[in-house]
T-cell receptor
Framework: AQSVTQLGSHVSVSEGALVLLRCNYS??????LFWYVQYPNQGLQLLLK??????LVKGINGFEAEFKKSETSFHLTKPSAHMSDAAEYFC???????????FGGGTRLMVKP | DARVTQTPRDKVTEMGQEVTMRCQPI?????VFWYRQTMKQGLELLAY????????DSGMPKDRFSAEMPDATLATLKIQPSEPRDSAVYFC???????????????FGPGTRLTVL
């Protein structure tokens, strides 16, 4: 079974500041890991994913995440926040390709001018 | 621009009524998922299909919910009878898993916002 914990349901940063959203997972098998973003009244859009290979994964909109097996973490970062980054972010884990996603509780990112 | 479509986008109904939500997956995708999003429970899987066959519906209340894929271009989620606790946003997502095990991402639809009074 898989589970995901996102530390901090709300994160507030200033425009131009570093964004760090935390995700820890639990999985009985090597995990597939994902970050999705949800804007108000919209569906989820994939930011990035880790399946195998390089542990530092780059995604869209300048986001990246690093898979750290020893820490069971997959934290999302962006060097400089933009106002348009304000949204809800979900970390998710899957046991295999094409399998269901188990989501964390989400982190709402607020960006202050 | 290929995308998952869902209808209706919004549905308000009264307790006890039947509700049917429809999803058109991206053409060629062979895997379809139904998720439900609530403030209390977050995002949770209800059911998913591969090549139109149900693989997992353990997240779905069996007594009132049913999910089907009448054909490869249509997935339906039905609630009968509906209850106020079913109020949520229901998302459909689709993806493609090849015979070799290669898989792309899950593409999500815009969701159906259901309110049961």
């Amino acid at each position: 079974a898989q589970s995901v914990t996102q530390l901090g349901s709300h994160v507030s940063v200033s425009e131009g500041a570093l964004v760090l959203l935390r995700c820890n997972y639990s999985s009985s098998v090597p995990p597939y890991l994902f970050w999705y973003v949800q804007y108000p009244n919209q569906g989820l859009q994939l930011l990035l994913k880790y399946t195998t290979g390089a542990t530092l994964v780059k995604g869209i909109n300048g986001f990246e995440a690093e898979f750290k097996k020893s820490e069971t973490s997959f934290h999302l970062t962006k060097p400089s926040a933009h106002m348009s980054d304000a949204a809800e972010y979900f970390c998710a884990v899957s046991a295999s390709a094409g399998n269901m996603l188990t989501f964390g509780g989400g982190t709402r990112l607020m960006v202050k001018p | 621009d290929a995308r998952v479509t869902q209808t209706p986008r919004d549905k308000v109904t009264e307790m006890g009524q039947e509700v049917t939500m429809r999803c058109q997956p991206i053409l060629g995708h062979n895997t379809v998922f139904w998720y439900r999003q609530t403030m209390k429970q977050g995002l949770e899987l209800l059911a998913y299909f591969r090549n139109r066959a149900p693989l997992d519906d353990s997240g779905m209340p069996k007594d009132r919910f049913s999910a089907e894929m009448p054909d490869a271009t249509l997935a339906t989620l039905k609630i009968q009878p509906s209850e106020p606790r079913d109020s949520a946003v229901y998302f459909c997502a689709s993806g493609y898993l090849s015979l070799a095990g290669a898989y792309n991402e899950q593409f999500f639809g815009p969701g159906t916002r259901l309110t049961v009074l």
